[in-house]
């Protein structure tokens, strides 16, 4: 098909305001259209697959006529690691919008929020599969307003503090993320990934300098790398759990891409051979080491079950970060760009975990939880299921792709001896994954019986569990699929 | 081929319906019961039908010259030596700035047709009042000499006087006071800059003063003259620190008016600005003002968007948004790129619109004694509709993507970074951060405070229409910009064929 992308985009745009309306009589058709939906995008990004696999450039691209003046035309793209990106992106969509149906079931106003939902998955998907920097500026920004709403207006205890944290954080970001994509415009004189990647390279390097740090700075709040991580754990905890699903899941990783896309794919191949190259890819590294041990070790006394999990999640943003930092080399970028995925589902799941007993318990504190283990055996699975593979404990994902991060790592070790060090904390940093996995895993689910009458939640929250745990398996078992599809985009 | 006619047509039509209002609008109010609004309606339907005729044949007029679009002088003698050698001065941006003007200016009267203030519906001399505006500062955008520019430039700003009047309160008689004083401190400076001009150049037509400032090889007088004249325009546009009147004059007139001024007669001042520092001055050679005025307008923003983020009545909040409003056009201006000022005209309408279309909100929300951000506490759920008009128009300010104030944003500070004023575009996109927290601040009164009584208020449905007609248009040109930066390319091409 000629539209295959565009569709992606039209189909949900077109849909928002039937899930309004329907939202309006029922409470549940609005999720089973997102679902729908995701569905349908999945398959259309399916019939892409093969295009990318056995093409020549491994690339597949739609552009059509939008702001000419400005050089930005509505290009939508997709190679291995976008289209990856996008179809767990949908996956998730997917667990959180039939997560909803019994989970946000007793709350008011569901019409707007699933509405909100609609919206926000345009910009998701958007956010990986255009290769035009307006537009993914649009799209970046897209994912948050209806994050900002969905947030404030179902979210838990003080809601919109916590919503407007998030977002004048990000907004802040974004916009130094708007005044490098301005001073690439102005250098260049074009908007396009592909066409700006060589054009820097006759460009002044001072300037690239700066492009290069506003935009990963930018990125970077929204990917909460220490220390502009202060947004995350209050936005991911206070937020519902299908939406904490999403944002611990593919919107912090969407920070991840694009500094992988656009920093490092785009900007970064212009100084790559200068000094401050190299210096820039360090300061990655040792940002990361700071990320990854300062979650780990604040997940390892947090109490409050969700905040826990947000801890997790910075912790992991510094594995990606270490990742991204071992740039030019295959293996780690293949590893970076699974562990992203791996650790969507995981995460996804981890949160939809937590939230089902979260609503089943109406407490948040591990300390009064215990023993829920007989009491709630699907969602004891889907959370240990969760737990280790956030560990990097074989079978589950993570452990995978932080295997082949490390394998590059010890790859880079030889060229550039400055990675000996990191790459050993960065092991250390692992062993505390495990740590705090295992305690939330014993308060919550071991241990004496607290509550009597818990039990698992109803059948659309096990449903949308169940496909995520099946997955995280599967992926550790079978990453193949997603080995492949990455490792045939090439970013230089 | 564009006659003076063609130019002048607009102007005379305005005029000329503002002299018929009066006495046609009393008859209708002699119409009592549903017919009397419809007959209102009707009657400006005709006089915006007809303007937009005007407006529209100059236009088509002009695109019809052949290409390179070129600067259309008009005169009234034909004689180049003249004073007047050009009345009228026809190109791109004159004729965007009318259309704009008067398609802006036909949904704010809509808005005032339907507006109540304090119990009673707008007097036939408010309507005559604002047609006769319009009609200024249609003159002002078509003005080919300082002369004229001059003459319906302070005709606007006295004319806007009586809208801030129009309340007749202590309070409203204060503002105006102020804004009079500042006006005409300001109109006695251009005058002797103006004077002291004519006294170097012998003439008075924009582009013969440019050329005869180009060529004088002493400019210390023209230094000193600058001065009289930057600051003269630079009080009409309320740049800091001549920002006082502003705030004072918007929260005193009724919201119809305060809408309509902001969307037109500040869009106006900015023009001002825009044509004589960048057509006329222009840098390097005839005077290098870059950096005085990009001071200036660092501190516009800044002073803007801190006095906003203190401030807890919500229609003085919006005024100090357009003070901030004039430091991102200043940014624009000082960079003196093609982008730059494309990134102004289309900052003109987004700015405008979205301006207007918050004050308008206010309004609403005023007559329902609603004026503090306290006020505001849980009206998201009581007003659903007008609050979300409310939330477009304030992610709009904010440079939100997918609202008409991002591309503006985008377009002034691209031209800031190209004019090599780096450090400017960094203070914008900062004040912009802050722009968006006092915005939110506001937004998280509307959705997340408990409100102080329970129960729907009633919205009013016919005022409900401007406003979403505004609200749509913002997101329009949001998303697809197109539609009005195809009207304003040809000034890129333009802007290098300057004479």
């Known amino acids: 098909m000629q539209n295959t992308l565009l569709l992606t985009i039209i189909l949900p745009a077109a849909a928002a305001p039937f899930v309004y309306f329907l939202g309006k009589k029922s409470s549940r058709y609005p999720a089973f259209i997102i679902a729908l939906i995701c569905v349908i995008n999945i398959a259309l990004l399916s019939i892409i697959v093969p295009t990318i696999l056995n093409g020549a450039n491994h690339k597949y691209v739609e552009s059509y006529y939008w702001i000419p003046v400005l050089h930005a035309s509505f290009t939508l793209f997709a190679d291995g690691i976008s289209l990856s990106m996008a179809i767990i992106t949908l996956i998730l969509i997917l667990a959180a919008a039939l997560f909803s149906i019994n989970y946000m079931q007793e709350k008011k106003g569901l019409a707007g929020y699933y509405t909100l939902l609609t919206l926000l998955s345009i910009g998701l998907v958007g956010v990986f599969i255009t290769s035009n920097l307006m537009l993914f500026y649009f799209c970046w920004e897209l994912m948050l307003l209806p994050s900002y709403f969905i947030i404030g207006g179902w979210g838990y205890r003080e809601p919109y503090r916590a919503a407007f944290k998030f977002f004048i954080f990000t907004h802040a970001g974004a916009i130094f993320v708007l005044l490098g994509i301005g001073a690439i415009f102005m250098v260049t004189g074009d908007l396009d990934m592909f066409q700006t990647q060589n054009a820097l390279k006759a460009a002044n390097p001072e300037l690239v300098k700066w492009i290069l740090?506003?935009?990963?700075?930018?990125?970077?709040?929204?990917?909460?790398?220490?220390?502009?991580?202060?947004?995350?754990?209050?936005?991911?905890?206070?937020?519902?759990?299908?939406?904490?699903?999403?944002?611990?899941?593919?919107?912090?990783?969407?920070?991840?891409?694009?500094?992988?896309?656009?920093?490092?794919?785009?900007?970064?191949?212009?100084?790559?051979?200068?000094?401050?190259?190299?210096?820039?890819?360090?300061?990655?590294?040792?940002?990361?080491?700071?990320?990854?041990?300062?979650?780990?070790?604040?997940?390892?006394?947090?109490?409050?079950?969700?905040?826990?999990?947000?801890?997790?999640?910075?912790?992991?943003?510094?594995?990606?970060?270490?990742?991204?930092?071992?740039?030019?080399?295959?293996?780690?970028?293949?590893?970076?760009?699974?562990?992203?995925?791996?650790?969507?589902?995981?995460?996804g799941l981890f949160f939809l975990s937590a939230g089902a007993v979260m609503?089943?318990?109406?407490?948040?504190?591990?300390?009064?939880?215990?023993?829920?283990?007989?009491?709630?055996?699907?969602?004891?699975?889907?959370?240990?299921?969760?737990?280790?593979?956030?560990?990097?404990?074989?079978?589950?994902?993570?452990?995978?792709?932080?295997?082949?991060?490390?394998?590059?790592?010890?790859?880079?070790?030889?060229?550039?001896?400055?990675?000996?060090?990191?790459?050993?904390?960065?092991?250390?940093?692992?062993?505390?994954?495990?740590?705090?996995?295992?305690?939330?895993?014993?308060?919550?689910?071991?241990?004496?019986?607290?509550?009597?009458?818990?039990?698992?939640?109803?059948?659309?929250?096990?449903?949308?569990?169940?496909?995520?745990?099946?997955?995280?398996?599967?992926?550790?078992?079978?990453?193949?699929?997603?080995?492949?599809?990455?490792?045939?985009?090439?970013?230089? | 081929?564009?006659?003076?006619?063609?130019?002048?047509?607009?102007?005379?039509?305005?005029?000329?319906?503002?002299?018929?209002?009066?006495?046609?609008?009393?008859?209708?109010?002699?119409?009592?019961?549903?017919?009397?609004?419809?007959?209102?309606?009707?009657?400006?339907?005709?006089?915006?039908?007809?303007?937009?005729?005007?407006?529209?044949?100059?236009?088509?007029?002009?695109?019809?010259?052949?290409?390179?679009?070129?600067?259309?002088?008009?005169?009234?003698?034909?004689?180049?030596s003249a004073i007047f050698s050009s009345m009228f001065l026809v190109d791109a941006v004159s004729v965007y700035m009318a259309i704009i003007f008067t398609g802006v200016s036909a949904v704010t009267i809509l808005y005032s047709l339907f507006f109540i203030?304090?119990?009673?519906?707008?007097?036939?001399?408010?309507?005559?009042?604002?047609?006769?505006?319009?009609?200024?500062?249609?003159?002002?955008?078509?003005?080919?000499?300082?002369?004229?520019?001059?003459?319906?430039?302070?005709?606007?700003?006295?004319?806007?006087?009586?809208?801030?009047?129009?309340?007749?309160?202590?309070?409203?008689?204060?503002?105006?006071?102020?804004?009079?004083?500042?006006?005409?401190?300001?109109?006695?400076?251009?005058?002797?800059?103006?004077?002291?001009?004519?006294?170097?150049?012998?003439?008075?037509n924009f582009w013969e003063v440019k050329h005869a400032l180009a060529a004088l090889a002493d400019k210390r007088l023209l230094e000193i003259v600058?001065?009289?004249?930057?600051?003269?325009?630079?009080?009409?546009?309320?740049?800091?620190?001549?920002?006082?009147?502003?705030?004072?004059?918007?929260?005193?007139?009724?919201?119809?008016?305060?809408?309509?001024?902001?969307?037109?007669?500040?869009?106006?001042?900015?023009?001002?600005?825009?044509?004589?520092?960048?057509?006329?001055?222009?840098?390097?050679?005839?005077?290098?003002?870059?950096?005085?005025?990009?001071?200036?307008s660092a501190l516009t923003m800044i002073v803007g968007n801190l006095l906003a983020l203190t401030e807890r009545d919500v229609k003085r909040l919006i005024a100090y948004v357009c003070i901030a409003d004039v430091g991102y056009n200043l940014v624009a201006i000082t960079s003196v790129t093609p982008l730059g000022i494309m990134g102004n005209l289309y900052f003109f309408l987004a700015g405008g619109i979205t301006t207007a279309l918050a004050f308008m909100i206010i309004g609403v929300f005023n007559s329902m004694g609603i004026?503090?951000?306290?006020?505001?506490?849980?009206?998201?759920?009581?007003?659903?509709?007008?609050?979300?008009?409310?939330?477009?128009?304030?992610?709009?300010?904010?440079?939100?993507?997918?609202?008409?104030?991002?591309i503006a944003k985008y377009l002034v500070f691209t031209s800031a970074i190209e004019a090599n004023m780096g450090w400017l575009a960094i203070v914008g996109v900062l004040t912009s951060v802050i722009q968006a927290a006092y915005l939110l601040r506001l937004i998280n009164y509307m959705y997340a405070k408990k409100p102080k009584e329970e129960g729907k208020i009633k919205e009013p449905k016919k005022l409900l229409i401007p406003i979403f007609i505004l609200a749509a248009t913002i997101v329009v040109l949001g998303v697809y910009p197109n539609i009005v930066l195809n009207l304003i390319e040809p000034v890129i091409q333009q802007f290098q064929l300057m004479p």
């Open chain 1, 213 to 347: 740090l506003s935009l990963t700075v930018g990125f970077a709040v929204k990917m909460a790398a220490v220390p502009v991580h202060m947004w995350l754990p209050d936005a991911h905890s206070e937020a519902p759990a299908p939406m904490s699903a999403l944002l611990s899941g593919v919107i912090i990783s969407a920070g991840a891409y694009a500094i992988l896309r656009v920093s490092l794919g785009t900007v970064f191949p212009a100084v790559m051979a200068t000094s401050f190259g190299s210096m820039f890819l360090h300061g990655l590294t040792i940002f990361g080491i700071i990320s990854a041990f300062f979650g780990s070790l604040i997940a390892l006394v947090e109490t409050d079950i969700k905040r826990i999990i947000a801890y997790s999640s910075i912790a992991h943003m510094g594995y990606v970060l270490f990742g991204l930092s071992l740039f030019p080399f295959q293996e780690p970028v293949t590893g970076t760009v699974l562990h992203l995925v791996n650790h969507a589902v995981s995460k």
């Open chain 1, 359 to 492: 609503k089943q318990l109406e407490i948040r504190d591990i300390r009064e939880m215990g023993g829920l283990a007989g009491q709630m055996p699907i969602t004891a699975t889907s959370s240990t299921v969760a737990a280790l593979s956030i560990a990097g404990v074989p079978p589950f994902a993570c452990f995978m792709s932080e295997f082949l991060i490390f394998v590059g790592a010890f790859q880079a070790i030889n060229i550039d001896n400055f990675y000996l060090i990191p790459t050993a904390l960065m092991l250390v940093a692992t062993v505390l994954s495990l740590a705090y996995a295992l305690r939330f895993l014993s308060h919550v689910f071991l241990g004496s019986t607290k509550h009597e009458k818990a039990t698992d939640p109803l059948s659309f929250m096990k449903t949308a569990m169940i496909i995520l745990a099946v997955l995280t398996v599967a992926l550790g078992v079978w990453p193949t699929f997603f080995t492949q599809l990455i490792s045939s985009a090439s970013l230089v």
């Open chain 2, 1 to 80: 081929m564009i006659e003076l006619l063609d130019a002048s047509l607009p102007i005379i039509a305005f005029v000329l319906f503002s002299l018929l209002t009066i006495p046609v609008v009393k008859i209708i109010n002699k119409v009592k019961g549903g017919k009397n609004i419809l007959l209102k309606l009707f009657w400006f339907l005709i006089i915006f039908i007809v303007t937009g005729v005007a407006v529209a044949n100059l236009a088509l007029k002009y695109y019809a010259e052949p290409s390179p679009r070129p600067f259309l002088n008009l005169s009234l003698t034909g004689d180049a």
């Open chain 2, 117 to 204: 203030d304090s119990d009673k519906e707008l007097s036939e001399r408010y309507y005559a009042v604002t047609l006769m505006i319009i009609g200024c500062v249609t003159g002002t955008v078509l003005a080919g000499d300082f002369l004229t520019l001059f003459i319906f430039w302070e005709a606007t700003a006295a004319g806007s006087s009586f809208l801030m009047l129009y309340q007749k309160t202590a309070r409203s008689l204060h503002a105006t006071i102020k804004y009079l004083v500042m006006i005409i401190m300001a109109s006695a400076f251009i005058i002797y800059g103006l004077s002291v001009i004519y006294a170097i150049t012998g003439t008075l």
């Open chain 2, 226 to 296: 600058f001065v009289f004249i930057a600051a003269g325009y630079s009080i009409e546009a309320a740049v800091v620190p001549f920002h006082m009147w502003l705030p004072d004059a918007y929260t005193a007139a009724p919201a119809s008016s305060s809408a309509f001024l902001s969307a037109l007669v500040d869009q106006a001042s900015y023009y001002v600005l825009l044509r004589v520092l960048i057509y006329i001055l222009t840098p390097p050679t005839v005077l290098p003002w870059n950096f005085m005025f990009a001071v200036l």
């Open chain 2, 371 to 406: 004026k503090n951000m306290e006020d505001f506490s849980g009206v998201g759920r009581r007003m659903p509709l007008t609050s979300l008009a409310l939330v477009l128009a304030a992610f709009s300010f904010a440079g939100v993507p997918a609202f008409a104030g991002f």
